[in-house]
């Protein structure tokens, strides 16, 4: 993980930047996969928290190896978006950076299979059940998020990101095809 690319969405008002955030994140996703790629990373260093906040903010910023960012960047991925993202130089990461993990991590947000076995279980209607839902899990839920699509199931998801707390080694590790780890570390900086 010594280099690492921005790429910084443009703002275009007839686009929210929530919504190009998870083209390009969707995007990405796909060229990982057809890459078979676990040695690139991700975070969101514009990243903000909270319940009425959460956001991952206008800028991905990938890491890993010169090499192995060069090949993704000749992949057409970015077609279509390039008029709506700046991509920056391939860059060296600087030698005073910290480390963190940055991992998905997943809620009991309510789906509608949970809320209708919950609907079930209680003898209660749907209604009801998705308020129960909506009041125990959304108050605790304070990281940022991206919408994707199910490359499955075409089914609309968000994916939540945690950025761990910054540490001043790194741990290696791979990572999956949404440039997430459970424990390798990115260079923070």
């Known amino acids: 993980m010594d280099h690492y690319i921005d790429l910084r969405l443009r703002p275009d008002p007839d686009f929210p930047p929530a919504m190009l955030m ?34 991952p903010g206008d800028r991905l910023r990938l890491h890993g190896k010169q090499q192995s960012l ?37 809620f009991k947000t309510g789906n509608d299979s949970q809320v209708k076995r ?33 490359r499955s199931s075409q089914q609309r998801f968000a994916l939540f990101v945690e950025h761990g707390e910054p540490q001043p080694t790194p741990i290696g590790g791979s990572f999956n095809h949404y440039g997430l780890s459970q424990g390798a570390t990115i260079p923070w900086f």
């Open 70 to 106: 060069a090949q993704l960047m000749t992949q057409p991925w970015l077609a279509g978006m390039r008029e709506l993202v700046e991509i920056a130089e391939i860059l060296q990461v600087p030698d005073d950076a910290l480390h963190r993990a940055v991992r998905r991590r997943q």
């Open 118 to 150: 919950y609907a079930r279980r209680h003898a209660i209607d749907l209604e009801e059940a998705r308020a129960r839902f909506a009041r125990s899990s959304e108050p605790r839920i304070t990281l940022p998020f991206v919408s994707l699509n199910s």
């Open 22 to 55: 998870g083209a390009l994140y969707g995007r990405l996703h796909r060229a990982l996969f057809d890459l078979d790629a676990n040695d690139i990373g991700v975070s969101f260093p514009d990243h903000k928290t909270g319940v009425k906040a959460r956001t």
